[in-house]
């Protein structure tokens, strides 16, 4: 099973019985093992981790699962993350190089429905959703 349906399986079982929660990743941890990265309006606990380990029994018995909190370098991984959190410093990776370059470390100006705009160096750059492949906030 390849990570893009074990996302879709644990997102559908967590809208069913998390549904408060927010799905922000699932990513290989290596050695057959899923990172499963989420947050809550409330914050997430020891607890909260323990009751999602629990409520994805089913997809356990195909992969290992870690649960855990976004912690300070939270992922970015819709529009409204990129829209919630401007001001703040952000780096992001592209698929393919984009203006020559695949990095870009700076603070989020701008995200609209179809892209983010970071202030990296001396230059706005204006990124496509479609050409990311990882986000994350960065500690100030």
Request: hydrophobic letters at 40%; charged letters at 25%; proline letters at 5%.
């Amino acid at each position: 099973m390849n990570t893009t349906q074990i996302h879709a399986e644990i997102e559908a079982k967590l809208a069913e019985t998390q549904p408060a929660l927010e799905l922000l990743a699932v990513e290989g941890a290596g050695s057959g093992t899923v990172r499963v990265v989420i947050d809550h309006p409330d914050g997430v606990t020891l607890d909260l981790c323990a009751a999602v380990t629990n409520d994805l029994e089913l997809v356990r018995e195909k992969v290992g699962i870690e649960v855990s909190s976004p912690g300070r370098e939270r992922p970015l991984t819709r529009p409204e993350h990129y829209q919630r959190f401007l001001g703040r410093r952000a780096k992001v990776r592209t698929a393919e190089p984009l203006e020559g370059q695949s990095n870009f470390t700076g603070e989020l100006v701008g995200a609209s429905d179809q892209e983010v705009t970071i202030s990296a160096g001396d230059a706005l750059v204006a990124i496509p959703y479609t050409a990311i492949k990882r986000s994350n906030l960065i500690e100030e």
